[in-house]
C-alpha cells in the first residue's frame, strides 16, 4: 500500500475548517483545575509498569491529578495504590521516588504504622486502640488495574469501565479485539526510558499525536522510514490501517536499518507496520514489530507536562546487551521534535487570535472528537466552555 | 515526679479521636489572606527584642501581616513603631533591615521628613505648611508594648487587651500569676539567634509546638533530657506542670551536661524544669533553669514561615565568653526536626486524603482549642470555614 | 527666564494637598489586567523606531498588552503589523526578537504560509484552497501608523484617532502645532539604545517623568543643567515651556559641557532649553538642542515595566564617530535615579498606609489629570475603581 492509496481511501474533504477548542483551554488555570477534577480525577491512568515495583515492599510515588499516589507490591504479591498522606495529621509517608519498603509503612512523624495493605497496624499509645477503628484510619485506597504491563490507577470512588474506556479503545483502533496481544506487551521490558518535562497543555500534545499533517514539516527521519505520513494523513484517522514502512526500509530505526527481528506473536500482516493508538487522557501507544514505544503523560499546570516514554523490548534482546541506540532514537527524535512543536504554540493559547481557537484542516477532523469529549467531560456539551 | 505520674493525672482518654482544621486552613491562599488581617493584623505580635534598638536613633524594619513596619527607639529612649510608608507617595522610608537613623527620618524621593516621634516636621516647598495639617500627614503609628524584653507591636486602631490576651496567657500556663518574672527575662541578653525558613503553614509549627506525641519518634536528644517526653503528653496540657530533667542530666544542653548554673529568681521547684508556653498567635517561651528560648514566627505565604528564635542568657554569661554550643544545640536540633516535619506535612495539606483534616489522638485533643481559636478568628464559628 | 520667573507663573496654591490614585491601582493584578485590555488593548502605542526594520523582510518581534506583535516591513517598502499566532493551529510564527524574512511568513509546524502583507498564500493539502477564504485566514492585522521615526501601533478594531490622542498632546503641550517638527526627529538615527527591566508599575514611572519635586533630590547632575528644576516645578505643567540651561552650561550633557551643535530646525528659542512631552499612556519625549531622547514603556506585570530609551542624533553625528558618552550619560543616570525611586514605592503600595492613597502637593497637582484619565479609560469615572 502507498501513499497515493492511503489518499484514496480518504473520504470526501470536508466542506470547511472546523474549529479547535477556544485558546483558553489551553492557557486558563480554572479550566486546567476542572480538568484535573473531571478528566484526571475520573479516568483510568497508566502511571508505572508493573516492572517498576519488582519485589514486595516496592514502592512507586507517583502524581495523578494533583495528588501524590503511592504504588506498593505487598507481600502476597498484589499491586495496591494508596494517596500519600497519613490519616493521623497529614504527612508524607514517602517523599522518596521509588524504593522498597522493609517491613510496614511507618509515618516519621508520629510513628502510626500501616500494613502493605493499607491497614492501619499501630499507633503509639493507642495500643488497645479500642476506640479506633483500624479500618476507618488505613491509608486512603485507590483503584488499580494491570494491562499491558501497565499500572493504572483511578482515584475515583467509583471507578468507570475498565473494558469500555481502556480496552476497548485500542480494539476499536486495531479494529479486532484480541489483535493488541500479538505484541505481548505485558512481557515486554524497558529498555529505555526518557522523561521529557514539556512547556505545553497536555491536550496540545494529544492532538499532535493524533495528526501527521505536520510529520512532512517536522519529522524528515520518520517520513523517511514510513513514506506515506508524508502526505499529511494520520495512521490514526483509518480502522486497522498501520502505516507501512518505505521501500529499503529494513527496521523502525533511525536509519532504517535493521532492528531486532519480529516479536513472537506477530505475522506477516504487521511486519513492516506502525501503528499509533491514542487512550484518552493521557497514554500514547506506538507499536512497531521489534518493540513498543509507551508514553504516559502527567499534567503539571496549565502550560507544563510530563511526559515518560518507555522503549520496551523482549527481555532476551535487552539481556543479551544489544545497542538499542538507532531504535531509541527514531522516536526520541519524534518526541523532541513533537514537544517544540508544541511548546511553541502554548504561548500564543492566551492571544486575542486564538480566543476562538484555530482550526483543523480535513486531514486533522478526527481531533474534533477528542475536542468533544474534553468539553463533555469538564460540562461544556458544545465544545464551548461556560 | 514521673513520666508515669504524668500519665496519671491524665483524664480519662477521650472516646475517640477528634478532627483537626480541614486541610484547606493549611493550603489555600484565601484563608492565609484572611489570617493576616484578622489574626496577625490585629493582634500583639513580637517583632523584635528591645535590646536590637539599643540607642536613640535605632531602627529595626519588621514585616508584620503583610505590612513593613519600623520600629524606632526616639531621642527620649521610648520605643515607637510605624507604617514604612512615606505619606506623600509612598516610598519606603527604610530598606535596611536595621540601622541608626542619625536625625530624622527622611524620605529619599521627595526629601519629606519626619521626627523620630513620627511627626512630620519639613517637606521641601512647604516650609509654611499652612495649609497642611503636620498631625495628619505624620507616619501611620503602630501600637507598642514592651514585655519579657520583648517588643510586641500591633496593626489594630484599638488593640485587643494586652493583659488578656499575653499576659494572662502565661499566667494561666505557668498558673501563677508571678511566677514568668523569676525567669527575669527582661533583663537577659541575645546569647545566639538563629532564623529559619520553614516551607510549611504557621499552624503546623504552632500545633506541632503544642504536642509531645511526636517525641518520642523525632527527637531523641530531648527525650533522653526529659524522659517524661517519650510518653508522648506534652507539658503544656498540665497547668503549671514542667517537665523534669531526667537522672543523671545536670543541664538543658545537647548532651545532658551542666549548663549555666540557675537564673536568680527560680528556686528549687524550677531548677531541673523545662515549661514551654505557647502564646497565640506567633510565640513560643521555653524556660529553663539557666536560659530562656524566645521564638517569634513571621507567617510569610500559606505555605512559608519565617521563624526567629533567639537563646537568652544572663549578661554575664554572655560577656564572661562562655561556650554556647552545647546549650544551644539541643534547641536547635529540636527546631530541625520539628520544622522538618511541619514541612513534611505541608504538600499532603491540599489533597483529598485531607480535606477534612486529620485526627487528634487523646495526648494531643487541648490543641482542639487552638484549632477553635482560629477558626473563630478567621469567622468561621464552628471550626469550618465557609 | 529664570527660576523665580517660573515661580511667578504658579497660580495659587492650591488649599490642600489632593489625593493620588489608590494604592490598589498599582498593586492589583486585576486592575493592571483592566488596563492591559481598556488602555494598552486601545491606544496607540509606540514599539519600535522605524529604522529598526531597514529593508524588506525586516521584522520585529513586540510585546503590546500581553500580545506579541510582528512588524514587518514589506515588498512595498510599507510596514506593517500582525498578531504572531499562525490561524490554523496557533504556534508563533516567530521566536526571534528581530530579523529578516526571506520571501514568505512559514509557520513552522505544519507550513502554512503567509506573505509580507499577511495573506495566507499556501498551505499544504489545501493546494486548490477551493474552500478556504484566504482573506479569513491571514494573519489577524493590527493597526499601524509612523510619527517621529517611530511606529505606532493599536490592538482595537478601530483605533482611536491618531491626530486627537497622540499629535494634540504634543502641540498642546509645546503650544504651537508645528512645533515639534523642527527637532526633524524622524531623521534621526538611534546613537544608543538602553533597555531597563523595572521593577515597577508602569504609572509610578508616568508620575515620576511628570513632576520635578523629587529632582532637587535625586537629581544633582539634571539640576546642575536645569537649575530651575531645583525649585521643584514641573516644565510640562507650563504649556510651551522648556527650562533653561544654567549660566556657563554649554550642552545637555552630564558635566554641562558642550554637545554636538544645534539641530537644522531649531532657531534662538529653543538652543539652550529642555522640554519634555509625555504622551499617554507610554510615551516620553525629552527635546534638547543637539539630541532627542524617546522613551517606550512595556508594561509587562503590575509590578514590572520595561522601558526601552532611545538617544537619537542626526545621522552624521553617529557616522562620524563622536564620542556619545557625555551626552548619553546624563539621562541615563536620570533614569536610572528615577527607576530606583519608583522601585522604592512599589513595595509600599499594597500598604494600608496607602490604601486610599498619596497626596499630591501643589507643584504636582497636574498630575491630578493623568490620574483622572487613568480612572476614566479603567471605568472608574471618579478616580476611585470598584
Redesign the interface.
Known sequence: MSSVEVRDQHPE?A???IP?LP?SYYADPAIFGHEQSRIFGRSWFAAARGTDLPTPGSFRKVDVA???VLIVRGRDGALRAF??????????LC?DESGTIRRNLQC????WTYGLDGSLVA????TSMG??NRDE?GL?GVALREWLGAVWVC?AGEPPSFEDTVRSVVSARLGDEGLIDRWGIDELAVGRRIVYDVRANWKLIV?NFMEC??C???HPELTEVLPEFA??YAAQYYVGHGAEFGEGITGFTVDGGTGFGTLGGLDEAHDRRYYAITVNPQVFLNLVPDHVIFHRMYPMAVDRTIVECDWLYPREVIDGGADLSRSVDLFHRVNEQDFA?CE??Q????????AS???L???EHHIAAFRDWVAAAIGGGDGRHD
Open positions: 474533504p466542506p470547511s475548517l479547535t485558546g494533583g495528588e501524590s494517596l500519600n498522606v497519613c490519616r493521623h495529621r497529614g504527612a508524607r517523599v516519621p512523624y508520629h510513628a499507633a503509639p499509645n493507642l476506640d479506633v484510619y486512603v482515584l492532538e499533517y505536520h512532512a514539516t517536522i502526505g499529511g512543536a511553541r504554540c504561548p500564543a493559547m492566551s492571544s486575542r487570535a486564538y481557537g484555530g482550526v484542516v480535513p486531514s
